[in-house]
C-alpha cells in the first residue's frame, strides 16, 4: 500500500487513520501534507481498509464515533499536577473489568489501546521492575479522551468519555486570562461543556510541611476558575487519602470551606488503595454517582477551535 504523506498539522491523524483531518481522502486539496503529487493515486479501496480510530485515547475529532447512539457523558478530569488524576483513571480501569458497577455492568471500550498504556504500570509481571505510571505529559496539544461503555438495567448502552488533560494545563490556567485560547481545547471550555466535572484536591500534598500553603492557594484558584465556567455539576474526589491522618488539618478544612462555598451541594468522594488487605473505595463510587446524574448542560458558545467537539456534543456532528 503507498505509504501516507507526511503532515506539518500537529493535529492531524493521518499517520492513524489514513484520513486527513480537513479533506478526508482527498490528500491534494490540503496544504499541510507534503509531496501531495505522489499520493493522489491512492487507490479509494486502499484509503478504506484503515480503522477510524486507533484503539488509543480518542481525539475531538474522533468523538463523534461514540455519539451516534445517544449523547455520552463527558467527564472533564480537573485538577493540578499531582493531585491523583491518572491514579484515578488506572483504578477506575481496573476495577470496571474486574468488578459490576452496579446497576451498569461494563459493556467495553474503544479506547482499550490507551487503557492499556495507563493499566501496564499497574499489573505486576514476574522478574519486571515495576515503575509509577508517568504523569500525563504537557506537551500534548489537546485532551485524550478515554472510552467505556456500560447497559443499564434496561439493557441500553451508555457511553462515558473521560477527558484527561495535563495537569500543566491546569497549573498554567490559573496564573493566566481564563479566557486564553492558545490551546486547542481550554480547560475552561472543557469545564463549561462536562456532563460531570471531577475537581481533584492533591490531599496529600496539605500536609507536606514546606508546600501545603502553596497547594492551598492553587486549589482555591482553580476552583475559582472552574465555578466560573459554571459547570453542570461537580464532584471533589479527594485522593490518596490513606496516605493522610485521619484529623483535617488547617489546609485541608480551608480548601474544605472554599468547595462548599464555590461547588454548592456537591457531592465528595475519598479515594483509597488497597491497604491491610481492604479493597480500595472511591474510584466506583464517583462513577456511579457521575452517570446517576443525568442532566446535561446546553452546550455554550465555543470559539472556531472546538466547534467540530461542540458539534459533537449537541449531536450534529
Not at 480501569?93 to 461494563?106: A, E, N
Not at 515495576?130 to 457511553?159: K, M, N, V, Y
Request: hydrophobic share 40%.
Amino acid at each position: 500500500m503507498t505509504s501516507l504523506p507526511p503532515c506539518s498539522n500537529p493535529v492531524c491523524e493521518i499517520e492513524e487513520t489514513g484520513r486527513c483531518r480537513l479533506h478526508g481522502t482527498q490528500y491534494a486539496a490540503c496544504k499541510y501534507l507534503k509531496g501531495k503529487t505522489d499520493v493522489q493515486a491512492i487507490p479509494e479501496q486502499a484509503a478504506h481498509t484503515r480503522l477510524p480510530w486507533t484503539g488509543r485515547a480518542l481525539t475531538p475529532i474522533s468523538l463523534p464515533l461514540i455519539a451516534g447512539r445517544r449523547r455520552p457523558h463527558l467527564v472533564a478530569v480537573i485538577g493540578l499536577p499531582g493531585s491523583g488524576k491518572t491514579s484515578f483513571l488506572i483504578s477506575l480501569f481496573m476495577r470496571v473489568r474486574r468488578h459490576d458497577l452496579t446497576p451498569y455492568t461494563f459493556a467495553g471500550s474503544l479506547t482499550l489501546a490507551g487503557w492499556s498504556l495507563l493499566t501496564r504500570y499497574a499489573d505486576w509481571t514476574p522478574g519486571v521492575t515495576q515503575h509509577f505510571p508517568p504523569r500525563t505529559s504537557g506537551a500534548q496539544r489537546e485532551p485524550g479522551f478515554l472510552h467505556l461503555a456500560f447497559r443499564d438495567q434496561g439493557d441500553q448502552l451508555i457511553d462515558v468519555a473521560l477527558a484527561d488533560a495535563p495537569g500543566e494545563w491546569f497549573d498554567a490556567w490559573i496564573l493566566k486570562d481564563p479566557a486564553d485560547t492558545t490551546l486547542n481545547h481550554p480547560p475552561g471550555w472543557l469545564v463549561t461543556n462536562a456532563t460531570t466535572v471531577l475537581f481533584f484536591v492533591n490531599t496529600f500534598g496539605l500536609y507536606d510541611e514546606f508546600d501545603a500553603n502553596v497547594v492551598v492557594d492553587q486549589t482555591i484558584t482553580l476552583a475559582d476558575r472552574v465555578a466560573a465556567s459554571r459547570p453542570a455539576h461537580v464532584q471533589v474526589i479527594y485522593a490518596q487519602t490513606d496516605r493522610i491522618p485521619e484529623e483535617p488539618n488547617d489546609h485541608l478544612n480551608a480548601v474544605l470551606h472554599h468547595l462548599e462555598r464555590v461547588f454548592p451541594g456537591h457531592v465528595a468522594f475519598r479515594t483509597s488503595s488497597v491497604w491491610h488487605g481492604q479493597r480500595g473505595s472511591g474510584v466506583l463510587e464517583a462513577l456511579q454517582a457521575a452517570l446517576t446524574h443525568t442532566s446535561a448542560p446546553s452546550v455554550r458558545r465555543a470559539e472556531a477551535h472546538t466547534r467540530t467537539l461542540a458539534g459533537w456534543l449537541r449531536g450534529t456532528a
